[in-house]
């Protein structure tokens, strides 16, 4: 894919940075690769995580292997300014409210939003790709933090619910399911939720939504019983009455 995308929106949102038997991102970078094509640079967002320095190093190394140089937010003196040069973003997991507070004190919120849909990459992982839609209430973190709001970048009009688990018959935990809160969620919110499970990411053009990835997702509407979606799936007709335009 080359640099030259004009205000095309383009994000890739994926469930999570590692799955189990493979390293940090190993399973996306064909898809972060073939999403980024040429560009040269990337500016990270490590505030979901504490130690943002450890962070950044662990990003830049692997953004490195696969041929992109990779400046972090928190060590440039100008964020903004940074955010405003940059050729694509990358937002890492870690805890959602930490993450959404960080954007807010740092005023990152509207210039990520502008930036994006002038036509910059996207690409967030876990939190990172939560804080694409509408706001936060389908993470499943604890609110460690409390930011000013629950909106978040509303990139997409759905949510997003990564690390999606479907219920263990097997299993003697009498807690809530990941899909019984989701239908809480839609008790109160109209927005659709797409459940993410490991392995999967959604690649999104403008109003185009393509699952990319090995297994399949699981999509709530309200008012409409779950569907799956298989790898290769396009979700515009499940989410795209709720896109932004």
Known sequence: MSQDRGKSKQLLLISSSVVYGRGYLDHAEGEIRHFLGDIESVLFVPFALYDCDAYAAKARGRFRIMGYNLESAHQVPDARRALHAAQAIFIGGGNTFRLLKALYEFDLLLAIRHKVEDGTPFVG???GSIVAGPSIKTTKDMPIVEPPSFEALGLVGFQISPHYLDPDPASTHMGET?????LQFLEENDAPVVGLREGTMLRVENESVLLKGSVAARIFRRGHPPVEA???????????QRMDG
Request: hydrophobic share 30%; net charge negative; glycine share 6%.
């Open 178 to 182: 990941q899909e019984e809160r989701i």
């Open 230 to 240: 298989a790898p290769g799936s396009r979700l515009d007709e499940l989410v795209s």
């Open 125 to 127: 992982s876990s939190a």
